[in-house]
Each structure stands twice: as structure tokens, then as C-alpha cells.
């Protein structure tokens, strides 16, 4: 059977149609949209604080005197820094030698025992200030003073008044015309700076210092001579 021009080009068009919508069908998908990732949040790190440091002080202190009446910070020159008289209040004395000296201080709490009351003993290295006072020979004194090392932990040198020094032989002090030595026993007591008719008076006071096995240990002022404790 022959197909007509008119039945031909009907069929031809439906096909055509019929591919067309093949295509749509099968085209390739969209292309996707890139995303831009979202920033990530930069946390903020945490300041931490740090101590604030003693400020140095103008002129650096190059030596501490523990005399019978007070404590002087000097200078390489030998100028005084500061001069605390033991009548002063004992906070005041520590910002004093805390400022001269640019250092910061530490304090702990000993016990009372059968001789001394709890005691405060505020340090800078081996510069020591004791409050309440035990022994102190000074009407109106607020601390006492002394030293059980030969330096502050800033390395500045400590010295009794007349110039000696924990850490060196007794020989240091009693080469020195004004420094006296009385035999303890197992120990020698090394007195200066007295105040009262003599050094062996039962009342005398000054600076007070004790040596074992030839070395002196420590020193501090204003304390008796003697004392039963």
C-alpha cells in the first residue's frame, strides 16, 4: 500500500515532535551554583595578666646598712637612698625599702613559741623586717630588722652598721675597733653599735649578731645585748 504525501509528512511530524521532547528530556542538568563557604570565626585569644614588676628605682641601690637605729639604703656613691628609722610604721618601712631597692618582698607568718609572739617576717633575699618586734631595746620601735643572708634576691649587698657581713669570718667583725665578741658556747655573739654604759652592761643594745663554726650566721638591731630566752 502506497503511503500519501499528506500521511507522510503527518507521520514526519509527529516524530520529530516525539524527539524533540527525547532531547528535552535527556538534556545534561544544571551546571551547580559554586557555594562560597561561610568565613570561620577567629576566636579571640584570652589576654593573660602577668604580675606587675617593682618599678626600678632612679638611681640603683648598691648597698643596705642594718645600724643600731635604722635601715639605710645607699647608692654607689654612698648617698642615702632612704634612711627607715625602726619608729617607723611597718608598712611604710616596706614600701620604702621595697621602692629603693625595686624589689618585691615576700612575708610568712611564724608561730609563737615559749620566747617570741607570731611574728611577720617580710623578706627581701636575706634583708629581714620583724613584726611585732620582739626584743627590740628602742622605745616606740615598730620592727626589727636584720639580715640572714649576705645579699637581697636582687643581689644588693647587706651589712651591719660597722661593716660586716653574714657569710664571712668572725675575723671580718672583730677587726673592726668597735665591734665586741662575747663566748656563748656553741656560739659567739658579735655585738656593735651599743648603747649604755658598756657593751657587757645587762641593759646595752645595738646590733646583735651570732656565728657558728667561725662564720657569722645573722644580725639585726635593735635588740639587748642579753636576754633570758
Known amino acids: 500500500m502506497t503511503m500519501s504525501t499528506a500521511a507522510r509528512t503527518a507521520r514526519w511530524a509527529t516524530l520529530s515532535a516525539l524527539l524533540v ?14 557555594s562560597t563557604p561561610s568565613p570561620t570565626a577567629t576566636v579571640a585569644p584570652t589576654p593573660t595578666s602577668s604580675p606587675t614588676p617593682t618599678a626600678s628605682p632612679a638611681v640603683p641601690a648598691a648597698m643596705v ?25 611597718p608598712t611604710v618601712a616596706i614600701d620604702q625599702l621595697s621602692d629603693a631597692l625595686g624589689e618585691n618582698p615576700t612575708a610568712l607568718i611564724e608561730p609563737a613559741d615559749s620566747c617570741l609572739d607570731e611574728t611577720t617576717i617580710t623578706r627581701w633575699g636575706g ?8 626584743f627590740a631595746a628602742i622605745a ?10 649576705p645579699t ?6 647587706i651589712i651591719a652598721g ?10 671580718a667583725a672583730t677587726s673592726i675597733a668597735s665591734v665586741r665578741t662575747i663566748d656563748g658556747g656553741s656560739f659567739v655573739s658579735i655585738v656593735a653599735e651599743w ?7 645587762p641593759e646595752a643594745w645595738g646590733i646583735r649578731g651570732f656565728a657558728t663554726g667561725g662564720v657569722i650566721q645573722q644580725f639585726g638591731a635593735p635588740v639587748y645585748f642579753y636576754y633570758d630566752c
Do not use: H, K, M
Not at 634583708?127 to 611585732?132: A, E, G, N, V
Not at 637581697?152 to 649587698?157: E, Y
Open 127 to 134: 634583708l629581714r623586717l620583724d613584726t611585732p618586734p620582739s
Open 21 to 34: 521532547a527525547i532531547a528535552a528530556g535527556c538534556a545534561a542538568p544544571a551546571a551547580p551554583v559554586a
Open 195 to 201: 648603747n649604755g654604759a658598756s657593751y657587757d652592761d
Open 65 to 89: 646598712i642594718v645600724a643600731a637605729r635604722g635601715v639605710i639604703v645607699v647608692d654607689a656613691a654612698n648617698t642615702t637612698l632612704v634612711e627607715v628609722p625602726f619608729s617607723t610604721a
Open 162 to 171: 660597722p661593716g660586716f657581713a653574714v657569710g664571712e669570718p668572725v675575723s
Open 140 to 149: 616606740g620601735a615598730q620592727f626589727t630588722a636584720g639580715a640572714d643572708g
Open 152 to 157: 637581697t634576691v636582687g643581689g644588693v649587698p
